[in-house]
């Protein structure tokens, strides 16, 4: 399903789902939009525990099954779709259509991003990109289109509701049969199985990150109080205090569960959801100055969603993003600044221009920001797990924590619902710092994306060097190999020129084994190098090298030391032990270490040798042996007795 034709039917397909959300963003009648309402403590009694429970349940449900997201995406409408007629008809709404339009959202929105990542698998980046930020933008329309609804209704919104659900049906249709037997790459990384650790870890951090809700809906008053070690009266008086420490354990709680989930995954949590956080209070603003030019508000917020979803489908997505988010926060300084802090004028006095302007802004920098996280977050499977649930639990939790910084000089909030709006420079700085985090995730992605390809790079090198020595090995190993053993056996009977010939027969046979067993291979010159092969080097026809298959790939540093230390060994040997002894190196690559060992059989010495020829000022051994091994962190052994050679052993740690 990697051809271009399906891509675009699951962009189709997920465009259907934003519709869905706009509708679950956008309910018949709501005193405040709710994807910008910020939330109070919950309390739930009766039904109320059954509709707070079955979100989560569906949630969790749904990134069981991302594979078949067309589905998850037809359940949502379906679900969702009996509220709709409801609002069209006289119907009465019985618990069954309540429940029924509560689940279509989470599916909703689990569902456009399981489309979205699967994109993102197919190598359609751009397409993937734009449609988590859609999937962003589609929320902020749908609260554009219920816009100040307390100040007056619009009658015509459930059909548009009814519209919607009827084009995203027919948007999803030829995914669900082109996806029938479900869609591989919308699961995540395909090296890993279906209950691995890396995939369940989402699930499981999702689901525990819901369950917040109901744990902090027994958070009570006199709770409150005792926690907090201050008097019942004093919580009751400010409750905005009471809702900003649910939300601070909310946050805390949820950055953690976040952070299990991987870095990649809490970093990209806290920058959508602090953008989240940063558009409540100007899209608050913008609402209520457009609350008399409902078509004007919903195609402000159409065209910064679209504005948004173009900037994180383009190849610089990142500084696009960036761009966004500080241009949002200028406009609001300057908003705040023109008004001589009081920003609540443009909504009283229904400045349309300025009111605009800021919702396209702000809610093209919201959907940049969302989007331009999907490319790092596709590969680990992440993208419905941490955009969906996770930045959803920490978006609420920052809404409430903020409220502290909405009060005055006594110390108390002012006395109307547009009360956030009157701190618009709290979203601003909230909003630079979004776009700090979305370039800050973009710069370390692409080191990281460098790397992965250097090392990429590195290993088909390897490989294909591998392949040609094995291609070598064959026929040298038959023919030349053969010949020269040959020489090296049987030279010594013709004479001292036969005898030559065997020594140069013996020492090429080294060098030529030397090569097909990879004596070429450095890792990254300058910075790291293959032990095994500087080692390797130094094999003749007196010294006999046994080393591990695989290349000992350490700091350059390291190797160029400990070479030099067993070069000393070797040359001890050379000088000391006999015109006839022999020598052998072996390497051996430990856990922790590396151990190389220099056996001779020649003469030997006493023990006490050693410390005789340091008070002499013979400081070969010190310096040369010891000094380099103790300088990297090692140990150097040797064991010596008369007429049974010396054994010298060093071994240096692995570099952390």
Same mark, same amino acid.
């Given at each position: ?87 069209? @008809? ?85 995914? *669900? ?22 995939? #369940? ?7 525990? %990150? ?5 744990? +902090? ?41 976040? %952070? ?64 966004? $988010? ?55 499977? $992440?993208?419905?797990? *941490?955009?969906?649930? #996770? ?15 909405? !009060? ?12 956030? *709006?009157?701190?618009? @420079?709290?979203? $601003? ?18 080191? /990281? ?61 080294? /060098? ?9 291979? !450095? ?38 030391? #400990? ?13 000391? /032990?006999?015109? @006839?002894?022999?020598?052998?190196? #072996? ?44 300088? +990297? ?14 054994? *010298?052993?060093?071994?240096?740690? +692995?570099?952390?």
């Amino acid at each position: 399903m990697a051809d271009r034709s399906w891509r675009w039917w699951g962009f189709l397909a997920g465009l259907g789902g934003c519709l869905f959300l706009v509708v679950a963003t956008s309910p018949g009648y709501a005193p405040v939009p709710p994807f910008i309402a910020t939330p109070g403590l919950p309390g739930y009694h009766g039904q109320g525990w059954l509709l707070a429970l079955a979100p989560i349940v569906v949630t969790v449900a749904g990134l069981c099954l991302l594979r078949w997201w067309p589905y998850l995406l037809l359940v949502a409408g379906l679900v969702g779709l009996p509220y709709v007629l409801g609002q069209l @008809t006289t119907m009465t709404h019985p618990t069954l259509l309540s429940l029924g339009h509560t689940c279509a959202y989470p599916l909703a929105v689990v569902g456009v991003l399981a489309c979205a990542q699967g994109l993102l698998s197919n190598a359609s980046p751009g397409l993937g990109a734009a449609l988590v930020g859609l999937a962003f933008g589609s929320r902020l329309f749908g609260s554009a289109m219920v816009g100040s609804g307390w100040l007056q209704g619009d009658l015509t919104r459930p059909a548009w509701h009814a519209g919607m659900i009827g084009t995203g049906f027919a948007l999803i249709a030829p995914a *669900v049969w082109l996806v029938r037997r479900g869609d591989r790459a919308a699961v995540g990384p395909p090296d890993v199985g279906p209950w691995h650790w890396r995939r #369940l870890r989402l699930v499981i951090a999702a689901g525990l %990150a819901l369950c917040l809700v109901l744990s +902090l809906s027994g958070l009570t008053t006199e709770r409150m109080a005792s926690l907090l070690d201050v008097s019942f009266s004093a919580v009751y008086r400010h409750p905005m205090v009471a809702v900003a420490v649910a939300g601070a354990i909310t946050l805390v709680i949820g950055v953690c569960l976040a %952070a299990v989930t991987g870095l990649w995954s809490l970093s990209a949590a806290i920058a959508v959801a602090t953008a989240q956080v940063a558009v409540a209070a100007p899209l608050l603003l913008a609402y209520t100055a457009l609350a008399w030019v409902g078509p004007l508000r919903w195609l402000g917020a159409l065209a910064g969603a679209l504005i948004g979803a173009a900037a994180a489908s383009s190849r610089w997505r990142i500084p696009a993003a960036a761009t966004l $988010a500080a241009g949002g926060a200028t406009a609001l300084f300057i908003a705040y600044a023109a008004t001589t802090g009081h920003p609540e004028k443009l909504a009283d006095q229904h400045r349309v221009v300025p009111g605009v302007l800021l919702l396209v802004l702000v809610t093209a920098a919201g959907t940049a920001v969302a989007g331009a996280t999907a490319p790092v977050l596709a590969p680990r499977g $992440a993208i419905p797990a *941490v955009l969906g649930p #996770l930045v959803g639990v920490l978006a609420a939790g920052g809404l409430q924590t903020v409220q502290v910084t909405y !009060v005055q000089e006594d110390g108390l909030p002012e006395s109307s619902y547009l009360n956030p *709006v009157s701190h618009l @420079t709290t979203s $601003a700085i909230l909003l630079l710092a979004a776009g700090a985090a979305i370039g800050g995730i973009g710069v370390a992605h692409h080191i /990281a994306e460098r790397w992965a390809e250097r090392k990429r790079a590195e290993l088909i090198r390897q490989e294909a060097a591998a392949a040609e020595r094995d291609r070598l090995a064959r026929p040298i190993h038959d023919g030349v190999l053969q010949v020269l053993a040959l020489v090296q056996r049987q030279g010594p009977e013709l004479g001292a020129t036969g005898t030559q010939l065997a020594t140069l027969a013996g020492e090429q046979e080294i /060098a030529l084994r030397t090569l097909l067993t990879g004596g070429d291979a !450095v890792a990254r010159p300058g910075i790291e190098a293959d032990l095994r092969t500087a080692l390797s080097a130094l094999a003749s026809t007196v010294v006999e090298v046994s080393a591990p298959a695989q290349p000992i790939v350490l700091p350059a540093r390291v190797v160029t030391e #400990l070479t030099a230390a067993v070069q000393a060994a070797l040359d001890n040997v050379r000088r000391h /032990a006999g015109g @006839t002894a022999r020598a052998w190196l #072996l390497v051996e690559n430990e856990p922790d270490g590396v151990r190389v060992t220099v056996r001779d059989d020649g003469v030997g010495f006493e023990p006490e040798r050693l410390s005789d020829a340091a008070r002499a000022g013979r400081l070969g051994v010190a310096q040369s042996m010891r000094g380099r091994i103790a300088d +990297l962190g090692g140990t150097t052994t040797i064991h010596s007795s008369p007429t049974e050679g010396t054994e *010298v052993e060093f071994w240096v740690p +692995l570099p952390k």
